[in-house]
């Protein structure tokens, strides 16, 4: 695969460029820091075997005039891409984003409008070639309003609507979408946060090898860790008499 990641410096997206380099995938990636991406491109070659230069360019997912100049050096770098992953994403505790109304402009502005805006950049790119895999992370959160994550969970809610709707709209012409709906795993993003019980928390090596499985099958929603697909079938089922009680 020649694979496009955006947001491959931490957490999950890091584990997934690591597993795909390893398996001798052709990478390139796209971040808002130019000394990260460097620092992990470097990585992701010697992780490869060293035989393979692992191209990065500026994107930033508030800046969405950025978009189509990184796609254009992925393209190039490259040779055409089939792939694009999305993990970039922001996320803030309930409490935060209401205490602080310019953090969740950006958050929903990030999670929302910049990713979607993104994708929809990718998706003309690949549709022109014939198709590919659109993969993107939204999360649990976006499947059920819960007090803990009304803001973070709308802005998931949204990108995971955007998602299906592209899979029902272009899966025929061969543009094949991923929707990875991750429940809790330990990265950057949720550190010093009280975790679920262990059995429904991943470590993020864990989720990369379900999600590239995912890509390679063309699934087009996957839970990590799985035991959150059976749960949220659970969650989705509650009456709203009852999501209203209780606090989770
Ligand atoms: N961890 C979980 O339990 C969990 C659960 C459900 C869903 N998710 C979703 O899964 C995805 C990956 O999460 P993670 O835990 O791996 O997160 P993470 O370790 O915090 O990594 C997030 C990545 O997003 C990038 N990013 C943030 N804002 C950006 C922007 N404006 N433009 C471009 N890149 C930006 C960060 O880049 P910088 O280095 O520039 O900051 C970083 O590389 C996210 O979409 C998250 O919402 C995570």
Known sequence: MKVVLLGATKGMGRALARLMAERGHDLFLLGRDPQELARSAADLEVRGGGGRTVGHAPCDLERPESFGEALDAADAVLGGFDTVVVTAGMFGTQERLESDAELARRLLTVNYVGTVTFCEEARVRLLDRGGGTLCVFSSVAGERARKPVVLYGSSKAGLSAYLEGLDHRYRAEGLRTVCVKPGFVRTG????????????????????????????????????????????????????????????
């Open 189 to 248: 993003m949720t550190e010093g946060l009280d975790g679920p019980p262990l059995f429904f928390t991943g470590r993020p090596e864990r989720v990369a090898a379900r999600v590239l499985r995912a890509i390679e099958r063309g699934t087009p929603v996957v839970y990590a860790p799985g035991v959150w697909a059976p749960t949220m079938a659970i969650i989705r089922a509650l009456p709203r008499f009852v999501m209203r009680k209780v606090s989770f």
